[in-house]
């Protein structure tokens, strides 16, 4: 099974929306599974539709909720009172990632996508310490301040020894700009995966818990498409 650890130190880039588009497309030829692991702001589901769904358990682990014929997806959101914020100190939130991680039921993978929260902090320590066997993808938007966080998740994943399948460069145009999240690829000897661009059915899909790569054809399935293949790609050389 290949760990892909969705990151980014910066929130508000679209860490989740790569995450879970992801997960589907791959789900179209692999058995797959979503694991939303941002413990301040779970939304996979939310994005899959899957927001008021119970979860069950089996032989004292959790179940994952099966979202198509290969898609799978556990997220803390199944299992909080969303109506309440999350507020735990470390020892606590090291048992949620933990369990997360070691007490869910998968079925046989091919790929494990993890949405990560954003940062460096504990949290993100100890789901790398957890997590070795795997690569990551980083997500940026093109403004400066998101290329300069970008650079230090970059830093830490190789700190942890973890190979960086690349960077997507997310919300790419007009208003956040295009083109820097190239360049820090250039610079860091990193791979670009490709460039997803502000447009309406990326957002209209937050709202309607439709994922836009369901919308075949439109401009952002295309290119989300095109950044999944580069994905598959650098999975070969960074991974195998």
Do not use: C
């Not at 929306?17 to 301040?40: C, F, K, Q, R, Y």
Request: proline share 5%.
């Amino acid at each position: 099974m290949r760990k892909l650890l969705v990151m980014s130190n910066k929130g508000g880039v679209g860490k989740t929306t790569v995450a879970v588009n992801l997960s589907l497309l791959l789900s179209e030829e692999n058995p797959t599974g979503l694991l939303d692991i941002d413990l301040h702001g779970p939304d996979a589901p939310r994005l899959l539709g899957l927001q008021k769904t119970e979860i069950k358990t089996q032989k004292h682990k959790l179940v994952p909720v099966k979202f198509n014929p290969n898609l799978y997806v556990m997220s803390l959101d199944f299992l909080i009172d969303k109506n309440r914020a999350v507020m735990w100190r470390g020892p606590l939130k090291t048992k949620a990632i933990q369990q997360l991680i070691n007490d869910v039921l998968w079925p046989e993978l091919d790929f494990l996508v993890i949405d990560l929260p954003p940062g460096t902090g504990d949290e993100l320590i100890t789901i790398m310490q957890m997590m070795r066997n795997s690569g990551s993808i980083i997500v940026s938007t093109s403004q400066a301040v998101s290329v300069e966080d970008a650079k230090r998740v970059i830093n830490m994943s190789r700190s942890f020894d973890i190979p960086i399948i690349g960077l997507i460069e997310n919300m790419s145009g007009e208003i956040f700009g295009s083109g820097k999240v190239e360049e820090l690829a250039e610079k860091e000897n990193i791979a670009f995966l490709g460039r997803l661009s502000l447009d309406k059915t990326v957002s209209n899909s937050l709202e309607t818990g439709k994922p836009f790569i369901l919308n075949k054809g439109t401009k952002s399935a295309k290119e989300f498409e095109n950044i999944t293949k580069n994905i598959k790609k650098m999975i070969k050389g960074a991974m195998d």
